[in-house]
């Protein structure tokens, strides 16, 4: 099977379908053959001899791509002119924003093409690897902190200099979706105080964790939804929100917005009076300007500064390369479960395939049934008392155990008290004292807690050592100087292993 990627043609679109990187996946590991028009990556710092040496052919033109492609590979929905190029029974992945793009859906469908909206993969855990929102969300956040200092004119960290003390910026981050955990990230990263409000209460641990501050207002009422968005909330809600934000406004010096709900416009968060509220110098960053904007004084594609000298940022740069990397391999995932070249297949039984094949054999598949909900298992009283009932019984079982051992090893000592020196009696009363509260704190941790819990045996068989050592004696055929010696080789192995799995645990938390 034959895979094209045509040159973007809508204005200020600088990404592109496939990468060299991911042109000798499609052809190496997935056995497609590549065609890639003459300077289809240029905008992206991909040039056509980097795409020659990854395996693929140069064409000279969008219609030789679309004539010798059975798939095609865009960023961007195709446009009239392009359709009139396609054949039958092509396949096209790319952007198409279904929901507001009917007519063009049609179109499609007349003529033909099994079109895939790579912006329709539904949010389940198997396509996480497919969603190109997520990938380019994730950018989005992080660019929108990047070109907001630079906007906003000075340090987002604290210093205190000889020149005299820096405050650190005050980051306000509103949605905190993927876009808005990377712009906390990134701020946080950048030394910004970052606080951050969702209406979605899951999200509260996730923000806290990255080091922000969770805002929230008095009344209890929680956004969340099935579908990973948020819902519309009630006007009680919506005003104590605005409240909250109009006291936001004249503390925090960077905005950055990401609510957005696909096929939607964007919700009005930051209202007029909230941007005349803000200090001269701050910065607005709106990434659903392209859905009308959280902002209700953002320009799509602009970047301006109001009366009051604040700059509304509607358009930011798309690092271009880093974003055809990201948005090239969703579309190779989802061209491997499709069954490669060797498999190809369209299975509309898959719940992946089904949902995001906007229009397949003439037809238009729009909007997707939804996605089953996997039923909560429902607990009745009469169960949940078993239950606990069942609880209270094991946990009284494992102490009855507990106090039994306590007294088979007292009676145990006491026989061999009976009869052993009294030297030997108070070591070995030490040892299996030691053994048995070692076996009771260590049986009963968690599997996850195993690791942490070497620094804890590094420590004692490090005082094992010692203890080895001091027992050991001239005499290298002695009983005494044979058990330490092997206490000793036995406690050096735990503590080079401690280090060892240490040492891994780091490197995963390290960067490059």
Same mark, same amino acid.
């Given at each position: ?135 380019m969300a994730n950018i989005a ?64 641990e996730q923000i806290q964790s ?74 607005? +960053?709106? *990434? %659903? =300007?392209? !859905? ?7 320009? /799509? ?5 109001? &009366? $009051? ?68 298992? +429902?607990? *009745? %009283? =009469?169960? !949940? ?7 209270? /019984? ?5 102490? &009855? $155990? ?91 192995? $735990?503590?080079?292993g401690g280090f060892f799995v ?11």
């Amino acid at each position: 099977m034959k895979v094209g990627i045509p040159s973007e043609i809508a204005i200020g679109e600088q990404r592109v379908g496939a990468t060299p990187k991911t042109v000798i996946r499609l052809i190496k590991k997935q056995g497609f053959e590549v065609f890639i028009q003459s300077g289809a990556g240029h905008h992206a710092n991909y040039s056509d001899e980097a795409y020659v040496t990854s395996g693929a052919t140069i064409v000279d033109s969008a219609k030789e791509v679309y004539e010798k492609s059975d798939i095609i590979l865009k960023v961007q929905a195709v446009t009239d002119v392009e359709i009139d190029m396609m054949h039958k029974g092509q396949v096209c992945l790319s952007y198409l924003a279904p929901a507001q793009n009917l007519d063009l859906l049609q179109k499609l469908a007349d003529k033909g093409i099994n079109a895939i909206a790579m912006d329709a993969i539904p949010r389940i855990s198997r396509a996480q690897k497919m969603d190109v929102l997520s990938s380019m969300a994730n950018i989005a956040g992080y660019r929108s902190v990047i070109e907001s200092a630079n906007y906003f004119g000075r340090f987002l960290n604290g210093q205190i200099t000889a020149a005299g003390k820096v405050e650190p910026a005050r980051v306000l981050v509103i949605g905190a979706g993927v876009a808005g955990l990377a712009a906390i990230g990134t701020a946080k990263s950048l030394g910004a105080i970052v606080s951050a409000f969702d209406t979605r209460m899951e999200v509260k641990e996730q923000i806290q964790s990255m080091g922000a501050k969770f805002l929230t207002v008095d009344i209890e009422e929680d956004g969340s939804t099935s579908s990973g968005y948020s819902k519309v909330m009630s006007q009680a809600f919506i005003d104590a929100e605005m409240a909250l934000f109009s006291k936001q406004a004249s503390e925090v010096d960077i905005v950055i917005t990401t609510a957005q709900i696909p096929g939607r416009q964007a919700p009005k968060l930051w209202l007029d009076y909230h941007v005349d509220a803000m200090k001269p110098g701050s910065v607005i +960053v709106d *990434l %659903a =300007a392209s !859905s009308g904007g959280n902002c209700t004084e953002t320009k /799509d594609g602009e970047i301006y500064t109001t &009366n $009051n000298g604040v700059t509304i940022i509607g358009k930011l740069s798309q690092l271009p390369s880093q974003a055809s990397q990201l948005y090239g391999n969703n579309l190779c995932h989802l061209l491997d479960d499709m069954g490669k070249a060797e498999d190809w297949k369209i299975d509309m039984n898959d719940d992946v395939v089904k949902r995001a094949m906007v229009t397949y054999n003439g037809n238009v598949h729009w909007p997707p049934e939804p996605l089953p909900v996997s039923p909560q298992k +429902v607990i *009745l %009283a =009469a169960d !949940s008392e078993k239950h606990l009932a069942s609880k209270v /019984d094991q946990s009284k079982s494992s102490s &009855n $155990n507990t106090i039994l051992s306590l007294v088979l090893i007292g009676a145990l000592l006491y026989l061999l008290g009976l009869y052993a020196p009294k030297e030997f009696m108070g070591h070995f009363t030490v040892f299996v004292l030691s053994v048995f509260i070692g076996w009771q704190v260590i049986w009963n941790v968690s599997h996850s807690l195993h690791t942490p819990l070497m620094a804890v045996t590094n420590a004692i068989s490090g005082i094992i050592i010692i203890g080895g050592l001091l027992l050991t004696e001239h005499d290298l055929t002695s009983p005494m100087t044979i058990i330490a010696l092997i206490a000793i080789l036995v406690a050096m192995v $735990n503590i080079a292993g401690g280090f060892f799995v240490t040492n891994r645990m780091l490197k995963m938390f390290r960067k490059g």
